[in-house]
């Protein structure tokens, strides 16, 4: 009875993503005209222009964001970007934004040789893996990239232009669910172009 107790375990395990079904279709969380479904955060700029999403310092030179109204849990996310000037952003997950202090976690988007791809904790315990130096080579900076970034469970990975760039599992990934958010870092000079903004769930 044990013997059949622990295949039952061991089949059920197997076959947990299995029941747990097939990931849902993309959906589209930019639609090409307006913040509609966003919210900003702080007073960067945040602007359409021809049917790109635009992030833009402002005056104040501080930190920005851009959040989805809607929250996430286990799900993929997938953006195109193209960096202008400095180009230092990133893409949260399971984030809450109180004015320009965010609680959750970034994967980085910067200039060549600046992590891009890696996942940073705001307000915690800061950087918490960097992709391999080589792996850097997958950026264009000044052209169309696209991430794609899964989180489930305790698990989160990224990849740029194809290329894997981190997977990291952590306890605190899967404590929570948040927004989506795009971020402007501070210190002015900094413009980045977003398109083809999808999300599907798992």
Not at 74 to 92: I, M, R, T, W, Y
Not at 99 to 105: A, D, E, F, H, L
């Amino acid at each position: 009875m044990k013997q059949l107790t622990r295949i039952l375990f061991v089949l059920l395990v197997a076959l947990q993503p299995v029941l747990a079904g097939p990931p849902s279709k993309w959906k589209s969380i930019f639609n090409g005209k307006d913040l509609s479904g966003w919210k900003v955060y702080g007073t960067e700029k945040w602007y359409v222009e021809k049917g790109e999403l635009i992030c833009e310092s402002g005056p104040d030179k501080e930190y920005g964001y851009l959040g989805t109204d809607e929250q996430y849990k286990d799900f993929e996310v997938e953006v195109s970007f193209k960096q202008e000037a400095d180009g230092n952003s990133g893409v949260f997950f399971h984030s809450s934004i109180e004015g320009t202090k965010v609680s959750g976690w970034q994967v980085e988007v910067a200039p060549p040789g600046k992590s891009t791809g890696g996942i940073y904790e705001s307000y915690g315990r800061g950087w918490l893996i960097k992709p391999e130096a080589e792996k850097d080579k997958a950026l264009k900076m000044g052209e169309w990239n696209t991430m794609k970034i899964r989180v489930q469970g305790n698990t989160v990975t990224s990849w740029l232009n194809g290329q894997e760039m981190v997977t990291m599992t952590d306890d605190a990934f899967g404590s929570r669910a948040g927004s989506i958010a795009l971020q402007i870092h501070s210190g002015g000079g900094i413009k980045v172009r977003w398109k083809n903004l999808k999300v599907r769930t798992l």
